[in-house]
């Protein structure tokens, strides 16, 4: 049974600082990557990386703030967040996709997480 289990959102000023996990169990994948909706709005990228290369993609609105990573051995990925604004609030999903290719759609992503909340405050 394939499944992704998202830990470490909460509540944070702005300014601060919060780090996601993404558990994956049941396979292996090629790319793993972090979506966030927004209150209100549409399904967003935030970041991808490449499970075999390490190579990653963000979206603009993160880079230099957000940093994605995984774990080999414990077939996690990381989502570390700094420098948080209030428009980074929005309920974050791990996905993950068997090919080993970013996408920044993510319809090419066949296995989701059950989302976890991040709420900056002002």
């Known amino acids: 049974q394939v499944a992704l289990v998202e830990s470490g959102g909460g509540l944070v000023q702005a300014g601060g600082s919060l780090t996601l996990s993404c558990a994956a169990s049941?396979?292996?994948?090629?790319?793993m990557a972090w979506f966030r909706r927004p209150p209100g709005k549409e399904r967003e990228f935030v970041a991808a990386?490449?499970?075999?290369?390490?190579?990653?993609r963000y979206a603009d609105s993160v880079k230099g703030r957000f940093t994605i990573s995984r774990d080999n051995a414990k077939n996690t990925a990381y989502l570390q967040m700094n420098n948080l604004k209030p428009e980074d609030t929005a309920n974050y999903y791990c996905a993950a996709r068997q090919v080993s290719g970013i996408s920044y759609n993510s319809v090419y992503y066949d296995y989701w997480g059950q989302g976890t909340q991040v709420t900056v405050s002002s």
């Open positions: 990386i490449n499970w075999n290369s390490g190579s990653t």
């Open positions: 049941g396979r292996t994948f090629g790319t």
